[in-house]
């Protein structure tokens, strides 16, 4: 018998293609409904001004979404991979063999590979 390619996953390209798409637009939305001046709550430029900080600060969380999804979205290296050897996810760059026991003291990571 033939042996089998391994399993390997990876983050999604549309929906971070979408959640990098979605912050920008966010962003760009809230920057020209305030510079449009048509807006009575728009925060004045100025870090004595509550509402600035607070659009600012959620202005970076939304551009620090945007570099998740980029560099989601680009790197195309598996998160995990299952083959004949076990499971192996990435870490920090570093893959890693993960071992897991049930309660009854069954290795489950046997019984996975099993099959392979």
Same mark, same amino acid.
């Given at each position: 018998m033939a042996a089998?390619?391994?399993l390997e996953a990876r983050f999604g390209l549309i929906h971070n293609a979408g959640m990098a798409?979605?912050?920008?637009l966010m962003i760009g939305?809230? +920057?020209v409904h305030f510079a449009s001046g048509d807006s009575a709550n728009a925060p004045t430029l100025s870090l004595n001004d509550p509402r600035f900080?607070?659009?600012s600060v959620l202005a970076v969380a939304m551009a620090y979404?945007?570099?998740i999804g980029i560099s989601r979205y680009l790197d195309r290296t598996p998160q995990i991979v299952i083959d004949h050897?076990? +499971?192996a996810g990435a870490v920090v760059g570093q893959p890693q063999i993960v071992v897991v026991e049930g309660g009854d003291g069954l290795d489950l990571q046997h019984d996975v590979m099993a099959g392979w």
């Open positions: 089998r390619q391994a798409a979605v912050s920008l939305t809230a +920057i900080v607070l659009f979404y945007v570099y050897d076990g +499971i």
